[in-house]
């Protein structure tokens, strides 16, 4: 069996906001860590049956950045729900609000 350890960095400024993330992983091909704006990390307590998460984004990442991000995170999790469970309708359910989502962050953004 093999192991493999990812390391999450947060540089907070001096009121607790994230000013920087970063993170490595053993195996990666990466021999920096890297840097990244954002952050969702999902963990299943089976024992309580729910989603202990943390969300985390630094000052500078832009809206646009942020539902961008979101259509991605929608978008692959979409995947993983269809390589987990083989739900073709509602993989492509998610997919179709990912995609409707980001659409409409656009429309709203050219408004204003």
Do not use: C
Not at 73 to 94: G, H, P, R
């Amino acid at each position: 069996m093999t192991e493999s350890d990812i390391n999450i960095k947060i540089q907070l400024d001096a009121d607790k906001v994230p000013q920087q993330i970063t993170w490595s992983a053993s195996g990666s091909t990466a021999h920096e860590p890297q840097t990244a704006k954002a952050l969702f990390l999902a963990f299943w307590d089976a024992q309580d049956k729910s989603a202990l998460r943390i969300d985390l984004w630094t000052k500078d990442m832009m809206v646009d950045e942020m539902a961008d991000f979101y259509f991605q995170v929608f978008t692959t999790m979409a995947d993983t729900f269809q390589k987990a469970t083989n739900q073709s309708e509602l993989t492509n359910y998610i997919k179709s609000f990912a995609k409707d989502f980001h659409k409409k962050f656009i429309e709203k953004e050219k408004i204003k």
